[in-house]
């Protein structure tokens, strides 16, 4: 009885925290590209990510979005999965709304050079205010 006591109490003094295998590949995650089965075609690919989240950067208080995704490829196509693991990685980071739609058209143009791209973050209503962020980009030619 005493051995087993023992060993629950040394358990609970230092827990170890695994990530779980989903925050995992959060933490990790990065726009993955893959070459475009069409160069030369334009043509729009439209991608809705409805559960954005972030944190305030003055309050903490959790803010949410869906953002909105528009580009025309050049050479690579973003692979989904990828950007779904990105949009999540924002979920703690404390940014406020106009820099995480700034970023994303950032990252997303590293990514990807698509010739045209366009990310929309329509946030849902805080304290009665709601606010819509819309970036662009152009490859200039």
Do not use: W
Request: charged share 25%; with cysteine.
């Amino acid at each position: 009885m005493q051995e087993l006591s023992e060993q629950s109490s040394a358990e609970t003094q230092s827990p170890t925290v695994e990530l779980k295998y989903g925050e995992r590949e959060i933490e990790t995650g990065k726009l993955i590209t893959f070459p475009n089965p069409r160069v030369g075609r334009r043509y729009d690919i439209h991608v809705t990510l409805p559960e954005f989240t972030c944190k305030c950067p003055f309050s903490g208080y959790p803010d949410f979005a869906t953002i909105y995704i528009t580009y025309v490829p050049d050479k690579s196509v973003v692979e989904l999965k990828a950007i779904k693991l990105y949009i999540n990685s924002y979920r703690d980071r404390y940014i406020s709304h106009e820099e995480s739609i700034n970023q994303i058209l950032d990252d997303f143009v590293a990514a990807c050079d698509p010739l045209e791209a366009y990310v929309k973050g329509d946030f849902s209503p805080r304290g009665n205010v709601h606010t819509v962020i819309e970036v662009r980009h152009q490859k200039p030619v």
